[in-house]
């Protein structure tokens, strides 16, 4: 699989943006997800589960031979990557407005790389102006052909 470098799109308008509806918008850069991020993460959900956070016993008992990532805090860098994804000058405002579809499909070890790929799959103006986007994604696992995640975003973004 040959995995494209990273990239942006970058639009004046939201009325630019209907152009790319079913087309790649591009991918962000990796990101690595370091065990004492995992760490943090569980501190601030109350998730301890031992597969996150006993590297010892998870060398001896996981499935996995090591910590792996919460699929939520996978989930959550969707953030950061995606203001990598899209730039589009004339927002004033942008909100994630939910998720349609969420499957974690890849577990990702304590050190893994994680990037997104992301295509706009569609454009709906909303009736007192702006746009709500809906955007297939994968958050791609470096080194693996299989996704950590799948999911599809709704954002609404606001001039």
């Known amino acids: 699989m040959t995995i494209p470098a990273t ?3 970058h639009v004046a308008t939201l009325a630019d943006l209907e152009a790319f509806v079913g087309q790649p918008l591009g991918v962000s850069s990796w990101m690595a997800i370091e065990q004492d991020r995992i760490q943090t993460f569980a501190d601030a959900t109350d998730d301890h589960q031992w597969i996150h956070l006993d590297v010892e016993r998870t ?3 996981s499935p996995f031979g090591g910590p792996i990532a919460h699929g939520y ?3 959550s860098l969707i953030i950061p990557m995606w203001s990598e ?3 589009v000058d004339s927002v004033t405002m942008a909100v994630n407005y ?11 070890p304590a050190g893994g790389k994680v990037r997104l790929d992301a295509t706009l799959k569609s454009l709906e103006k909303l009736p007192k102006g702006g746009v709500q986007i ?3 994604g994968l958050i791609e696992l470096e080194g693996s052909e299989r996704p950590a995640v799948v999911v599809e975003a709704v954002y609404r973004m606001f001039e």
Request: no cysteine; aromatic share 4%.
């Open 7 to 9: 990239s942006t799109t």
């Open 59 to 61: 060398k001896k008992e």
């Open 73 to 75: 805090l996978t989930l």
């Open 85 to 87: 994804v899209l730039k």
């Open 98 to 108: 939910g998720l349609n579809k969420v499957r974690f499909t890849n577990p990702v």
């Open 134 to 136: 809906t955007i297939d």
